[in-house]
């Protein structure tokens, strides 16, 4: 792989994929999971928070598998088995047996999936901007869908994000553009993320609330508002179904709770996570 984009970062061989991830930090063990999207990647979505969450948990962040910097297969089917199995396959080549997790968006319904397949794998889990039952398409997630790489269309996929338009800025968007730009990378978005209905609305399905009303983990779920991608009644949804779940939600904030609220991430994390099992 090529150096010179950033948020490459060490790598590993999980569920036949070699896989680039970050890891800061020693304690209890949290993985970051990202959510998808054109450019999208753990650092992407974690470096703003992952060194503080470092100095007091061990903090795995890892691209999984087919986005970011870790391998894309064309001959392989990308589904919640294969990245919950991937999931696995990164926590025993790290040699960890149970670990919390923090997932944004697709991040999230990952951790419901390793939740529901492999409890015993599970301590906690933090759901931000996760999607649950079904909901018809927004405008968040269909520009991911249709993205095509340019620098205009990166900026305006990414300001269906945030709330407050500030938190966008040129070099972000420079770095997530160049992160999509990159090749082979816009062939394994297309095959990723469910393309639109051309002959009406796009339903999107999240994990229904007959199975995660099974998960067993306490959850913390984390919710914008004003969130444009993921809605937010798909996180009421989760508190009211989930059997040992709090809510937080958050007004004037869109899909990027991590960055638009960091300060209370950071607290509510590191006091949910830190919690004995």
């Known amino acids: 792989m090529d150096k010179q984009f950033e948020g490459m970062g060490k790598t590993l061989v999980a569920a036949d994929h070699r896989t680039n991830y970050h890891e800061v930090g020693q304690g209890k063990p949290l993985f970051l999971l990202h959510g998808s999207g054109p450019g999208v990647s753990g650092w992407g979505n974690w470096k703003g928070v ?20 870790t391998e894309f297969k064309q001959d392989s089917k990308y589904d919640i088995k294969l990245w919950v199995r991937h ?51 927004t405008p968040g997630l269909r520009s991911a869908a249709t993205y095509e790489p340019s620098m205009e269309a990166m900026e305006a ?26 090749p082979g990378a816009q062939d394994a978005l ?21 199975a995660v009303a099974g ?26 179904s989930i059997p040992g779940a709090d809510l937080h939600l958050f007004g004037k904030c869109g899909h990027w709770v991590q960055v638009e609220r960091r300060a209370d991430f950071l607290r509510l994390v590191r006091d949910f996570v830190g919690q004995p099992e």
Request: proline share 8%; hydrophobic share 45%; charged share 20%.
């Open 215 to 240: 998960i067993e983990a306490p959850t913390l779920v984390l919710h914008g508002r004003e969130d444009r991608v993921v809605p937010v009644q798909c996180g009421l949804l989760l508190a009211q």
């Open 157 to 182: 996929a990414m300001r269906l994000f945030p709330y407050d338009q500030s938190i966008i800025t040129p070099e972000m968007v420079r770095s997530r553009y160049e992160a999509s730009a990159r």
């Open 190 to 210: 297309k095959r990723l993320i469910p393309q639109p209905n051309p002959d009406g609305p796009t339903i999107v399905k999240g994990f229904p609330v007959a």
């Open 50 to 69: 992952m060194n503080e969450l470092g100095e007091e948990l061990r903090v795995i962040v890892p691209d999984i598998a087919g986005f970011g910097f």
């Open 87 to 137: 999931l696995i396959g990164i926590m025993d080549a790290l040699g960890i047996k149970k670990a919390s997790f923090v997932g944004n968006s697709f991040g999230g319904a990952l951790a419901i999936g390793l939740a529901l397949f492999d409890k015993a794998r599970v301590d906690r889990i933090v759901l931000l901007g996760t999607p649950a039952g079904e909901f018809e398409q």
